[in-house]
C-alpha cells in the first residue's frame, strides 16, 4: 500500500496535465462554482490579496486612532507576534493533525476562536469604563 492510510486510490481525483500523479486532498467537489478548490488560480489570488490588504488597512487604522503616536510600536509588536505564532505552529500543526484527526484539531481551533470573541464581549460592553480607569492612572498606563 503505497499511499499509507489512503488505501485504493484509484477512484480519487489527481492532478491536471503533467501533475496527473499527485491525489487532490482535499478531494475537490464537481460544484465548479462553489467549491474553492475548483476555482481558476487568479480568483483565489485575487480573494487572497483583497483580504490580505484589507484586513491590513482595517488593523492599520483601527491602531492609528486609537493609540496614536505608538501605533508604529504596537504595529510592530504585533507583527513580530504573530511570526511567531505562525512559525511555531508550522513546526508541529501537520503531526497534531495528523496524530488527533482533522475534525478534533478544527474544532480545538474554533473553542480558541470563540473564547478569543468571548473575551471581546466585556471590553465592548465596558469600553468606556476599561478607559476612564485607565485615563486617571497615567503612572499606571505610560
Not at 464537481?30 to 488560480?41: M, T
Not at 484527526?101 to 474554533?110: C, D, K, M, N, S
Amino acid at each position: 500500500m503505497p499511499f499509507g492510510i489512503l488505501g485504493d486510490v484509484s477512484e480519487l481525483k489527481r492532478g491536471p496535465g503533467k501533475h496527473f500523479h499527485i491525489v487532490l486532498i482535499p478531494q475537490p467537489s464537481d460544484d465548479s462554482r462553489g467549491d474553492p478548490l475548483n476555482w481558476p488560480r487568479l480568483r483565489k489570488e485575487a480573494c487572497f490579496w483583497v483580504l490580505l490588504v484589507v484586513s491590513s488597512a482595517m488593523r492599520i487604522a483601527y491602531l492609528t486612532g486609537t493609540h496614536g503616536a505608538n501605533a508604529s510600536h504596537i504595529l510592530a509588536l504585533t507583527e513580530f507576534a504573530l511570526s511567531l505564532v505562525s512559525y511555531g505552529v508550522t513546526s508541529f500543526a501537520n503531526g497534531v493533525v495528523l496524530s488527533a484527526g482533522v475534525r478534533r484539531t478544527l474544532l480545538v481551533v474554533a473553542v480558541c476562536q470563540a473564547a478569543c470573541w468571548a473575551t471581546c464581549v466585556p471590553m465592548y460592553v465596558f469600553g468606556k469604563r476599561v478607559r476612564s480607569f485607565i485615563a486617571r492612572r497615567p503612572r499606571l498606563f505610560r
